[in-house]
């Protein structure tokens, strides 16, 4: 006989453990399925500054580490495991992991969006020290340095716009000739003094992971096959996220993207019908913000409509 657990959480980034936290609290005993990325993409933040409450910034992984805590405190379960398919049109909901089959009364869905890469070594090797997907996080820390950002639609764009706020210089590098940007962002970028369109270029290496730190980049002209190097204080990715909501295509309505579609902003659907208790948090339904607070918000509100569904049907 499987047990019914009262909810369940996927994932483990600030939505999902702010989720865990109201529902430990409101004495639920939550399980929390950590997938492939614990903790989400703050697990590889280094300064977070903007989050409430710490007036000098934390560590992303310190911040990830302090709510887990908090959330085990009032008596969260955590295990790691990789969710294969849901059925959350039979009840209890059935999900299939990779740890066995798990039934619960209710769903959170927090299992966040991963930021596109490049897929190179150096880069990786530099997340954090240089290199990041969130301009937003980190464009405070490239006060009066250039930078670089990789990309060539509206995301990008937008990256590079922001920047200029903080960098002496901002290139906008695209491997095509053409930009994929709407015609009105397109504009704004290539009218700014700070910025400078580069098109038919690759980055085949970040520099500067002997020192720590992102010296430059190796890039390669497409067209010609030269190669240069342009040095730079810091590279930013701007081609897009992946939301992490395969499991859930057909049970629930995604977005033509896989974002997954709420209503009054934790709600889901499917063929425009709420789906009763089950309910969808942070980034994994936010193309828009992708804000540490902001997905602490929405955990919040998922944890609360849970608690108040539940209550509903006598547990």
């Known amino acids: 006989m499987i047990e019914t657990r009262d909810t369940v959480i996927i994932g483990s980034g600030c939505a999902g453990l702010t989720a865990a936290i109201y529902a ?5 005993k939550p399980l929390v399925l950590e997938g492939h990325e614990p903790g989400g993409q703050l697990s590889i933040t280094t300064l977070v500054e903007n989050f409430p409450g710490w007036p000098e910034g934390i560590q992303g992984p310190e911040l990830i580490d302090n709510m ?4 085990q405190r009032f008596g ?53 020290h240089g290199v990041s997907s969130c301009a937003t996080c980190d464009g405070f820390f490239f006060r009066g340095l250039e930078i670089a950002v990789i990309g060539g639609g509206d995301s990008a764009m937008e990256e590079a716009l922001f920047l200029t706020r903080f960098a002496s210089k901002v290139y906008l590098l695209h491997r095509r000739e053409t930009f994929r940007a709407s015609k009105i962002m397109l504009e704004r970028a290539m009218a700014h003094p ?27 002209d497409v067209v010609t096959g030269t190669r240069s190097v342009l040095p730079v204080s810091g590279m930013f990715l701007g081609i897009g996220h992946e939301p992490n909501a395969k499991a859930f295509h057909g049970q629930i309505d995604l977005d033509p993207e896989g974002y997954v579609l709420t209503l009054n902003n934790v709600f889901t659907t499917h063929k425009g019908v709420v789906v009763p208790g089950v309910y969808a948090c942070g980034d994994v339904q936010d193309r828009r913000y992708r804000q540490a607070i902001t997905a602490a918000g929405t955990g919040c509100m998922a944890a609360l409509e849970v608690e108040k569904y539940l209550e509903e049907h006598g547990r």
């Open 68 to 71: 887990k805590k908090q959330a």
């Open 194 to 220: 700070n910025i400078e369109l580069r098109t038919n270029v690759i980055v085949e290496e970040v520099l500067g992971v002997d020192d720590n730190q992102v010296k430059g980049l190796a890039l390669k």
């Open 76 to 128: 969260a379960e955590f295990q790691v495991a990789h969710l294969n398919s849901v059925d959350v049109h039979a009840h209890p909901f059935k999900l299939k992991t990779s740890i066995g089959e798990i039934h619960t009364r209710s769903l959170i869905i927090a299992s966040g969006a991963s930021a596109r890469w490049l897929g190179l070594q150096s880069e990786q090797a530099l997340i954090g």
């Open 24 to 28: 430990a609290r409101a004495n639920l």
